[in-house]
Each structure stands twice: as C-alpha cells, then as structure tokens.
C-alpha cells in the first residue's frame, strides 16, 4: 500500500474538475464576438460530454472486476452498456431533442399532458439516480481504501461532500466542458497503463491467461479475506474463511478455487453452463435487454441532449458516443484478463472491483513507473466518479428543486442538492459488500422497465395514454424496483427465484411493454386530443419546423 | 377434507354478506345525501347544464357541439335536439335527421329574425309514413353581447307543448351565454398577441431614425460599411417584423441583438463596449419572441446616455439546472429605483421624470409582464439599480414549459 502519489493525483483531478466548472465558461467564452459566443456545442464535444458523464464508476473498475471474476459470461457488461446507445440512437434520440423536453418527467408532460403521470415519472427518475449514485460512492471508498489505506467510508464521504458542494455552488456551470474533459482523462488513464501493462505480459513470456493447471501466484502474497467464501486448496482441502482471515501463499504456489468465481480454464472462458442450465442464460438475456434499454432511461444522460440545435445533430451526436464509449470499453477487458495472471489474490479477497487499480503495481512492480501508472489510474477512476456523480445529482437536484420543491429559485436548487446528495451517501455506507456493476444493472434494469417502453410506445405510438403509460411505469418499473429492493435489502434466495430477482429485466420489460399497450388499448378515450401536432413536433424534420 | 370444504364455504358466504351489507349501507347514505325531489330535480338540472357548458366553452363547432346537443337534450327534455351555427347544422342528438334540410332553413330563417319560433305539423312534411316528428321549437343562441351566433332546435313527437317552448327558450338563452363566454377567452387570446405586436412597433420609431442617420453618416465616406449596415438592418426589421411565432430560441435573439449592437457601434463607434458570456448550454433554451432585445436596448440607452466616455454593456446566460439564467448589465448611471417603480406603475409614464424617457419603462414592463404571462408569476424581470451605479437587469427562464415551443 502507501502509494505517496495516489493522493496529489486524487486532488490535482478533483481541482481541475471545479476550476473548469467554475472558470471554465469565463475563460472560454467571454468575448465581444457575437459569433464565438453564441456557437453551438459541436457534436463531437458534445458526445465527449455525454462519454463522460456516463462513463462511470462501474464501467471503470466494475467491469473488470467482474470480468476477473466471471470471465467471458460478463463480457455482456461491456457491450450492452455501450451498445445502449445504439438503441438510443435508433429510437429516441433525434424525436427527444425536437420534443424540447428537457428531463424525462417534461416528456410525460408533453406527450401526454398528465401531472399526475409527471409526478409518477419524477419518482422514478429520483430512484433511478439514487440507485446509480450508491455505487459510485462504494467504488470512491473502495479506491482511497485500497490505494491510500484509509478506511472505506471515507473515500465515499469526500466524493459525495466535493460532488454536492460543487453542485450546490454552481461549479457544474460550463458543465460540457468538464464532462468532455473528463472522458478525454479516464481514456487516458486506462489506455497508457494498459500500453505498459500490454508490454510487460510481452516481456514476461506472455504468461497463459488460464494455464491448463490453474493459475499460481507470481509472488509471495499474504491474502486478507474480506468476503467470506469457501475456498478448495490445491491437495483438494477445503476451507471456509472469514473476513479477517489472513492466508499466505508462497511464490508458485497455486491460486485455491473460490466459491462463486469461475475457477477453471473452461469455466473462465466459455459461457457459463448454457446449454446446462437455462438459468444463466436467462441471466445473460436480462443483462442484455437491461442494458440495451436501460440507456435510454437514464436521467442524466437525456438532459445532455438537450445541448444539441436540433434533432439530427443530436442523433449525430449519439453516434459519436457510441463509437467513443465503444472504444474505451476495450480497456477494461485487458485489465480483467491481464489481473488473472498478475492479481489472482482478489479472487481470494473478493475485492474484483480493485483490479483496475491494484494492476499497475503489481504487474510492473513497485518502482516509480509502476506507482505514477497507478496514481494515473486512480486518477481516472476519481475523474468517473466526480463525472458521473455530479451529473447524476444535477439531474437529481434539478427534478426534485422543480417538482418536488415546488420553487425554482437558486436557493431551492441548493437544498435540493443537498438532500440529494444525502441519501446515496447514507446507502453507499451502508451496503459495501455488493459488485458495483451489479448495482449498476440493476439501476439499468429499473430504467429499461420504465422509462424505455414510456419513451419507445410514447415516440412511436399515437394510442398511448396517459392511464396506460401509468400502469405500465407501476407495473414494470414497481416489479423491477420491488427485485431491487429483494436484491438489496431481503433474504439470501435459491433457484429460479433468485434468478429472477437478480436479473429480473427478461420479465419486467415485456411485463411492463404488454401492461401499457393493454391499457392504453383499453382507455383510447383517453388518449390527447393534438395527438396529431405532438408527433408531428416529435416526428418533422428540424428544417420543416421554421 | 369435507370439513375443509365447508370452512371454505363458511368463509366466502361470511365474505360476501359482508360486501353485501357494505353495499347496501352506501347506497342508504347516497340517497340520504340528497332528501326532497325538489333538491334532487335541482341537483340533476345543473349537472346536466355542468355537463353541456363544457364543450360550449370552446367555441361553436361541430365536435363540442355534439357532445353539448346530448345533454341539451335532456335538460330541454325533447326528443331531438340540434345546435346550428349561423349558415349550418352543428350537431343533432335524438329524433329528426331526415329533416335536417327543414330544420337548417327554418334556423336560417331564424337568426336572420332574431326571433324564435314554433314549427307545427305542415312545415314539416315528409313522406314517411311512420315519421313521429310533429313539431319543433326553433330559438337563437342569443348571448349578452346581443350578437346571434346560432340557433337552437328542439323536435318533439306531439304539438309542441307550452312547457316545452319555455324550456328550450331558457336553455337557448343560456346555451347563448356560454358562448358568448367562449368568445370572450379568445378575444382575450387575441390581445395578448396584439400586445406582442404593439411590442413590435414599439421598440422601432427611435431606433430606425437612428439607424438611418448613422447609416447616411457612411455612404459617402465608407461605402461598402454603408452597405453593409444596411443589410444588417433589413435583417434586424425582418426578424422583429415576423409575423409568424410568439416564441424564439435564445440563439436567435442573440442573433438579432448582435445586429442591433452592429448598428449601434456604427453610431456610437468605440464608445459602446460589449462583453458577452454565454454558456453553450443554454442556446437552445426556448422563451418569448423579443424579451431580451428590449433589456439590450435599454442597456445601450443607460450605458452611453448622458455620460462622458466609453459604456460596457454586458450578456451573460448561465446554466442552472432546469433553468437558464440570463442578465443584462451596464455600467452607466443607473436610476433611483423610486422612479423605476412609479414609472413601471404609470406604465404610459408620461408624469414621471421629465429627463427620462418614457419607453424603457413600457419595455421592461412588458417584458416583465410577458414573462410572468407564460412562466407563471415566480419569473418576472429582476431589475438591481441605483443612482451612479448601472443597472443589472436579470431574468430566469426554465429550460421546459409545456405550452412554450419555438416557433410556433
């Protein structure tokens, strides 16, 4: 541990963020050239932003984590959360933008002039954020703790104390350019170490990633338990540990197979027992609809739309987040790999999520390269968590000061801020044991059962009404929120409950899409009278409209 | 497993007296609720009229008034009933529609009249053999104004009685009245875009003489600058002259402010210094046709007018969550803010300081007043000034209201 310059780097990334945010706009654009000050946001920056916003916590160290744990069956983490765009891109995109909705709450409004729908929606998008906003605090305190040795809590204390700050001050004010630069960071921090670390495993002999008799430890490793599993050793003893639990191995020694991880070559890198068990398939479909439909969903990257002119540069912007998201989420698939050979204590430790950060040093070794590697990692997983964290509570802030609070003065806006920043805080200190790119599916899966179909039948659909969009949102997202709060909070399940739980999108989605049609076809009485004008505001090409 | 069976039983049969009993209560407190027939028949009639007035608020047209017709009906108590407005048949609920063509001339002939009548068995023949209608009441839907806007018709099967000719003249005249109502809201409509209009023409005799002397002052000296003017002028007119939209996106009243800024500086030359920050967040925001070029113009007229040297004026729009906060600042004499108020108050201002121009003040009060008309009254202009110290005019505009579109 004790890496003297993880903490300059967390700080020099946490004071360029609010000095962008705060003098970014001055520096910028500040000016008597009416043409400079009145430029539109360009697609590209613009999509840099909503890559930086979105790219967070869970992208940065989950997926590696999970992808150390897992192997090739969590691959769909990766994919499904860049591929969300492309459903974003399809669907949504351009008719939000030309709708001049600003949050989704505004867009129940528009399309189907209900307040109580609106009120509906607002609850959603609070939960949604809080939801979203938990694991990035957990993988704040799971940083600082593994890099600077300060207890977990901390770590998430000060990301939520700068995040609400920040906020509540106005340092979010030239807020595409803090986004914009923030993806341009975590892109850096991920891809240069991922340059050495792709030349050390060259150096080393390219070490097999599974070698056919398990993997060893490179080193002498003394392993402190944290997560209580049980653990086969190589002479086939079994032991159950507890967190607390210290184990040594020596250099060579073979990696023991832990519970719950897949262990074996084959187990790693084909997907999990499909043919033999429907139940991780049905997991791997969920993961997939949660996450394709699950973007759309999400509060904090719809307001970012709003920046663009108009609609077809709003779907040109969708397009360049997807390739630039695309891009980055090859990193973290290195990372995951390149720890099976380098970190094979997590397995033991159960902390997978540190992987990302743990991996310089303990590929590379403790010298100066290794240790600014890991303080540029840290850094960039600091930038995810400011990023996401303060556009999250923006949005969060945002629909509680308007619809919650009822007054939209700059007061009502701090306030706001802060009780938004509260609750998550509360939560991320309280539940510490969960991946937090499982949180953060779950936060998917609870958008893709409400917002998605809202948004998809509401763009596409003249029959949808406002009862039937009500139910489906209850039902839908109600189910998804109640597998949630099960997953969270209730009772250890097996069998098919627990898969249904776990990954409830594979039901909820259609559940919810079925709900809504069936209603909205049962109450077409209800259904807006300029249900004409709304599509064709949502639907005419930007150069009709003037 | 028979005791079982029987439990079950017990317990639905205990259930369902239960609902039962549940039922009967409420229906005993729902008719306890209204006691005599008198309270009742009262009840019942403005209900029905509650019903009708509805869809008569929105104006004479064939979708309200069929819905309206329905419960005319009721309320008249005749077998059909037809609304028409001054050249057509509307809507007819019930008996009568192969007389459609009888009962449209005889309307005719009725509001051309402006005064109702009884049609009997002879005027309206027809060769059905089985055809109840026997008569109808024709009145028009006279409103207070005194204005005829339609007619109502009310057909019965026997003569029509008395009764039923008081009833369906009462309820014309009433029918009548909510119309009149109707009118009023769009009348009311159409000032508020007057208003806008006057805006239009408001901010022009000054600016133009101006614009055109400043104009002249090149033509021979600087030609092409001449011209150069002048085109930006014919854009500025044509953008404050549209006809078509009450509201704009902020990137385009930027746009227009930065072609008056152009004329001005040809006017004022280095005198007039602008700084402008806008956050790029924010241009799409939408908000009414024509609110931030006043606030620009009285910033000019501040910042330079009756002071030696140079005038900063300065833009600035920042983004704040679900709202666009926009300022408008100069550094130039300011005013007491006594007299703002008194001058906001007078509206007209024609006894307020005599040095000061009058127009500002209907500017920012009409500003001020249209904002709050479309927002709501939380986001009216915010006006900091004192005497010697500039004047800070700032405005918050949320990113979305339903009902506030560009272009449109």
């Given at each position: 541990?004790?890496?003297?310059?993880?903490?300059?780097?967390?700080?020099?990334?946490?004071?360029?963020?609010?000095?962008?945010?705060?003098?970014?706009?001055?520096?910028?654009?500040?000016?008597?050239?009416?043409?400079?000050?009145?430029?539109?946001?360009?697609?590209?920056?613009?999509?840099?932003?909503?890559?930086?916003?979105?790219?967070?916590?869970?992208?940065?160290?989950?997926?590696?984590?999970?992808?150390?744990?897992?192997?090739?069956?969590?691959?769909?983490?990766?994919?499904?959360?860049?591929?969300?765009?492309?459903?974003?891109?399809?669907?949504?995109?351009?008719?939000?933008?030309?709708?001049?909705?600003?949050?989704?709450?505004?867009?129940?409004?528009?399309?189907?002039?209900?307040?109580?729908?609106?009120?509906?929606?607002?609850?959603?998008?609070?939960?949604?954020?809080?939801?979203?906003?938990?694991?990035?605090?957990?993988?704040?305190?799971?940083?600082?703790?593994?890099?600077?040795?300060?207890?977990?809590?901390?770590?998430?204390?000060?990301?939520?104390?700068?995040?609400?700050?920040?906020?509540?001050?106005?340092?979010?004010?030239?807020?595409?350019?803090?986004?914009?630069?923030?993806?341009?960071?975590?892109?850096?921090?991920?891809?240069?170490?991922?340059?050495?670390?792709?030349?050390?495993?060259?150096?080393?002999?390219?070490?097999?990633?599974?070698?056919?008799?398990?993997?060893?430890?490179?080193?002498?490793?003394?392993?402190?338990?944290?997560?209580?599993?049980?653990?086969?050793?190589?002479?086939?003893?079994?032991?159950?540990?507890?967190?607390?639990?210290?184990?040594?191995?020596?250099?060579?020694?073979?990696?023991?197979?832990?519970?719950?991880?897949?262990?074996?070559?084959?187990?790693?890198?084909?997907?999990?027992?499909?043919?033999?068990?429907?139940?991780?398939?049905?997991?791997?479909?969920?993961?997939?609809?949660?996450?394709?439909?699950?973007?759309?969903?999400?509060?904090?990257?719809?307001?970012?739309?709003?920046?663009?002119?108009?609609?077809?540069?709003?779907?040109?912007?969708?397009?360049?987040?997807?390739?630039?998201?695309?891009?980055?989420?090859?990193?973290?698939?290195?990372?995951?790999?390149?720890?099976?050979?380098?970190?094979?204590?997590?397995?033991?430790?159960?902390?997978?999520?540190?992987?990302?950060?743990?991996?310089?040093?303990?590929?590379?070794?403790?010298?100066?390269?290794?240790?600014?590697?890991?303080?540029?990692?840290?850094?960039?997983?600091?930038?995810?968590?400011?990023?996401?964290?303060?556009?999250?509570?923006?949005?969060?802030?945002?629909?509680?000061?308007?619809?919650?609070?009822?007054?939209?003065?700059?007061?009502?806006?701090?306030?706001?801020?802060?009780?938004?920043?509260?609750?998550?805080?509360?939560?991320?200190?309280?539940?510490?044991?969960?991946?937090?790119?499982?949180?953060?599916?779950?936060?998917?899966?609870?958008?893709?059962?409400?917002?998605?179909?809202?948004?998809?039948?509401?763009?596409?659909?003249?029959?949808?009404?406002?009862?039937?969009?009500?139910?489906?949102?209850?039902?839908?997202?109600?189910?998804?929120?109640?597998?949630?709060?099960?997953?969270?909070?209730?009772?250890?399940?097996?069998?098919?409950?627990?898969?249904?739980?776990?990954?409830?999108?594979?039901?909820?989605?259609?559940?919810?899409?079925?709900?809504?049609?069936?209603?909205?076809?049962?109450?077409?009485?209800?259904?807006?009278?300029?249900?004409?004008?709304?599509?064709?505001?949502?639907?005419?090409?930007?150069?009709?409209?003037? | 497993?028979?005791?079982?069976?029987?439990?079950?039983?017990?317990?639905?049969?205990?259930?369902?007296?239960?609902?039962?009993?549940?039922?009967?209560?409420?229906?005993?407190?729902?008719?306890?609720?209204?006691?005599?027939?008198?309270?009742?028949?009262?009840?019942?009639?403005?209900?029905?009229?509650?019903?009708?007035?509805?869809?008569?608020?929105?104006?004479?047209?064939?979708?309200?008034?069929?819905?309206?017709a329905r419960?005319l009906r009721t309320l008249v108590g005749a077998d059909g009933l037809a609304?028409?407005?001054?050249?057509?048949?509307?809507?007819l609920d019930g008996r009568g529609a192969?007389h459609?063509?009888?009962l449209?001339?005889?309307?005719?002939?009725?509001?051309?009249?402006?005064?109702?009548?009884?049609l009997?068995?002879?005027?309206l023949?027809?060769?059905?053999?089985?055809c109840p209608v026997r008569g109808a009441v024709?009145?028009?839907?006279?409103?207070?104004?005194?204005?005829?806007?339609?007619?109502?018709v009310a057909v019965t099967d026997g003569a029509p009685a008395?009764?039923l000719?008081?009833a369906a003249?009462?309820?014309?005249?009433?029918?009548?009245?909510?119309?009149?109502?109707?009118?009023?809201?769009?009348?009311?409509?159409?000032?508020?875009?007057?208003?806008?209009?006057?805006?239009?023409?408001?901010?022009?005799?000054?600016?133009?003489?101006?614009?055109?002397?400043?104009?002249?002052?090149?033509?021979?000296?600087?030609?092409?600058?001449?011209?150069?003017?002048?085109?930006?002028?014919?854009?500025?007119?044509?953008?404050?002259?549209?006809?078509?939209?009450?509201?704009?996106?902020?990137?385009?009243?930027?746009?227009?402010?930065?072609?008056?800024?152009?004329?001005?500086?040809?006017?004022?030359?280095?005198?007039?210094?602008?700084?402008?920050?806008?956050?790029?967040?924010?241009?799409?925001?939408?908000?009414?046709?024509?609110?931030?070029?006043?606030?620009?113009?009285?910033?000019?007229?501040?910042?330079?007018?009756?002071?030696?040297?140079?005038?900063?004026?300065?833009?600035?729009?920042?983004?704040?969550?679900?709202?666009?906060?926009?300022?408008?600042?100069?550094?130039?004499?300011?005013?007491?803010?006594?007299?703002?108020?008194?001058?906001?108050?007078?509206?007209?201002?024609?006894?307020?300081?005599?040095?000061?121009?009058?127009?500002?003040?209907?500017?920012?009060?009409?500003?001020?007043?249209?904002?709050?008309?479309?927002?709501?009254?939380?986001?009216?202009?915010?006006?900091?000034?004192?005497?010697?110290?500039?004047?800070?005019?700032?405005?918050?505009?949320?990113?979305?209201?339903?009902?506030?579109?560009?272009?449109?």
């Amino acid at each position: 541990m004790g890496n003297d310059f993880v903490v300059p780097a967390i700080v020099a990334v946490t004071l360029v963020t609010v000095a962008i945010g705060f003098y970014g706009l001055r520096l910028a654009r500040t000016t008597s050239d009416f043409l400079v000050a009145s430029r539109v946001v360009s697609p590209t920056w613009n999509a840099a932003a909503i890559g930086g916003e979105y790219l967070s916590a869970a992208s940065f160290l989950g997926v590696a984590g999970l992808i150390l744990k897992y192997g090739v069956d969590v691959l769909w983490y990766p994919v499904g959360f860049a591929a969300g765009y492309l459903a974003l891109l399809l669907f949504v995109a351009a008719p939000l933008r030309r709708s001049g909705a600003f949050t989704l709450p505004d867009f129940c409004e528009l399309r189907l002039g209900s307040r109580r729908l609106r009120t509906l929606a607002t609850i959603f998008v609070i939960f949604i954020g809080w939801l979203y906003l938990v694991p990035q605090l957990q993988g704040a305190g799971l940083t600082l703790a593994t890099l600077a040795g300060s207890p977990y809590p901390v770590g998430a204390l000060v990301v939520a104390a700068v995040v609400t700050a920040n906020v509540a001050l106005g340092g979010m004010r030239a807020v595409t350019f803090v986004q914009a630069f923030q993806y341009w960071l975590k892109l850096t921090a991920l891809a240069v170490p991922a340059i050495f670390l792709a030349l050390q495993w060259q150096a080393d002999g390219r070490s097999a990633v599974t070698p056919p008799d398990g993997s060893t430890f490179r080193t002498a490793t003394t392993v402190v338990v944290e997560q209580r599993a049980v653990l086969t050793l190589a002479d086939g003893q079994t032991v159950e540990v507890r967190p607390g639990d210290e184990l040594s191995f020596a250099e060579g020694e073979p990696v023991p197979e832990v519970s719950g991880v897949a262990n074996g070559a084959t187990d790693w890198l084909l997907p999990s027992a499909a043919g033999s068990d429907d139940r991780g398939l049905f997991g791997t479909y969920s993961l997939i609809l949660a996450t394709f439909l699950g973007t759309m969903g999400l509060p904090h990257v719809l307001v970012r739309f709003y920046t663009n002119p108009d609609g077809a540069s709003a779907r040109r912007t969708t397009l360049v987040v997807l390739a630039l998201v695309g891009v980055f989420y090859l990193l973290p698939t290195i990372y995951g790999v390149l720890g099976r050979i380098y970190t094979p204590q997590l397995l033991v430790t159960g902390q997978t999520d540190a992987v990302v950060v743990l991996l310089p040093e303990a590929a590379l070794g403790a010298g100066t390269t290794g240790r600014l590697l890991a303080a540029l990692v840290a850094a960039g997983a600091f930038a995810a968590f400011l990023s996401t964290s303060s556009g999250l509570l923006t949005s969060v802030a945002g629909v509680i000061s308007t619809d919650v609070l009822g007054r939209g003065s700059v007061r009502g806006f701090r306030l706001a801020t802060v009780i938004a920043g509260v609750v998550p805080t509360v939560l991320a200190l309280n539940v510490s044991g969960m991946d937090v790119s499982q949180v953060v599916g779950l936060a998917f899966a609870v958008a893709a059962s409400s917002f998605c179909p809202l948004l998809v039948l509401g763009i596409w659909w003249r029959g949808l009404t406002d009862a039937g969009a009500a139910a489906g949102i209850l039902v839908g997202g109600g189910a998804a929120v109640t597998s949630v709060l099960i997953t969270v909070l209730g009772p250890g399940l097996t069998g098919w409950p627990a898969t249904l739980i776990a990954q409830p999108a594979a039901w909820t989605v259609p559940l919810a899409f079925t709900v809504m049609i069936a209603v909205s076809l049962a109450t077409r009485r209800r259904a807006p009278a300029d249900i004409g004008r709304t599509m064709l505001r949502l639907h005419a090409p930007d150069a009709l409209r003037s | 497993m028979g005791g079982n069976i029987s439990a079950v039983i017990g317990v639905f049969s205990l259930v369902s007296v239960l609902a039962g009993a549940l039922y009967a209560v409420g229906r005993l407190r729902g008719r306890r609720g209204i006691a005599t027939p008198g309270q009742r028949a009262t009840y019942e009639v403005l209900h029905t009229a509650g019903l009708a007035a509805e869809p008569l608020r929105a104006g004479l047209n064939p979708a309200g008034a069929a819905k309206a017709a329905r419960h005319l009906r009721t309320l008249v108590g005749a077998d059909g009933l037809a609304l028409t407005d001054t050249d057509d048949l509307l809507a007819l609920d019930g008996r009568g529609a192969h007389h459609r063509e009888q009962l449209r001339t005889a309307a005719r002939r009725v509001i051309a009249s402006e005064r109702s009548t009884v049609l009997g068995e002879a005027e309206l023949t027809c060769d059905r053999i089985d055809c109840p209608v026997r008569g109808a009441v024709v009145a028009p839907l006279g409103g207070a104004s005194g204005r005829i806007a339609g007619a109502l018709v009310a057909v019965t099967d026997g003569a029509p009685a008395p009764g039923l000719v008081q009833a369906a003249l009462e309820t014309a005249h009433w029918a009548g009245s909510q119309v009149a109502l109707a009118e009023l809201d769009s009348s009311r409509e159409r000032l508020a875009r007057a208003e806008v209009r006057a805006l239009r023409a408001q901010i022009s005799p000054h600016f133009i003489y101006n614009a055109l002397t400043a104009i002249g002052s090149f033509v021979r000296t600087d030609p092409e600058r001449a011209r150069e003017l002048i085109l930006e002028f014919a854009e500025f007119t044509r953008y404050s002259f549209r006809a078509h939209g009450e509201f704009t996106t902020l990137a385009e009243e930027l746009r227009s402010i930065d072609r008056y800024l152009t004329i001005e500086r040809a006017r004022f030359g280095d005198r007039l210094q602008v700084r402008l920050q806008i956050a790029p967040e924010v241009l799409p925001v939408t908000l009414p046709f024509l609110c931030l070029q006043p606030l620009v113009e009285n910033a000019v007229r501040h910042g330079l007018s009756r002071k030696p040297g140079t005038g900063m004026v300065s833009i600035e729009a920042r983004d704040a969550g679900a709202e666009c906060h926009i300022t408008v600042e100069d550094d130039g004499v300011g005013m007491d803010p006594a007299t703002l108020t008194a001058g906001i108050a007078e509206l007209a201002g024609s006894t307020g300081d005599p040095g000061d121009d009058p127009g500002q003040h209907v500017g920012l009060s009409n500003v001020d007043e249209r904002l709050r008309s479309v927002f709501g009254d939380g986001f009216g202009l915010v006006v900091e000034t004192g005497v010697g110290s500039g004047t800070k005019v700032s405005m918050r505009v949320p990113k979305f209201h339903p009902g506030v579109r560009a272009g449109s």
